[in-house]
Structure formats: C-alpha cells, structure tokens
C-alpha cells in the first residue's frame, strides 16, 4: 500500500491560517507594548487597519482553499 501524503490544498490552507493567525498574534502584542504609558507612540490608522484586516483575510482565504479543494478533490 503507497504512503498516502498530505493534499496540496491541505497544505496551502494550514500556511495561510498559520501565518494569519501568526501576524494576528504579533499585532496583538505589538499594539499591548505600544499601549504601555513607557512607549507613547503613534500608529497611523492605514496602517493599523491593515494589520486587522491581513489576518482575517489570510484565515478566510485559507479556509475557502480548504473548502474549494475539498470539493473538486485534489
């Protein structure tokens, strides 16, 4: 019997969740650190909405390729 490996879908998918879910763990310490009354600094909101938005759109996309790659089987 062949070893059976993981599915390239599978494998793309948990990369984009993991990375989501990696920078949403950065931002959240970073943004916890910038609050502290010792670093009184300014983000600019551009850029704070993309580090928002950037790890729901890498968990959503990951979940869609899981999703997609699923149905058409690869």
Same mark, same amino acid.
């Given at each position: 019997?062949?070893?059976?490996?993981?599915?390239?879908?599978?494998? +793309?998918?948990?990369?984009?969740?993991?990375? &989501?879910?990696?920078?949403?763990?950065?931002?959240?310490? &970073? +943004?916890?650190?910038?609050?502290?009354?010792?670093?009184? +600094?300014?983000?600019?909101?551009? +850029?704070?909405?993309?580090?928002?938005?950037?790890?729901?759109?890498?968990?959503?996309?990951?979940?869609?390729?899981?999703?997609?790659?699923?149905?058409?089987?690869?």
């Amino acid at each position: 019997m062949a070893a059976t490996g993981t599915k390239p879908y599978v494998k +793309l998918a948990s990369t984009l969740v993991l990375v &989501g879910m990696g920078i949403f763990t950065l931002e959240r310490f &970073g +943004l916890s650190q910038f609050s502290s009354p010792s670093h009184p +600094l300014h983000v600019s909101g551009a +850029l704070l909405s993309v580090l928002v938005i950037a790890p729901v759109v890498l968990v959503l996309a990951g979940a869609m390729v899981f999703v997609v790659g699923r149905m058409r089987r690869l």
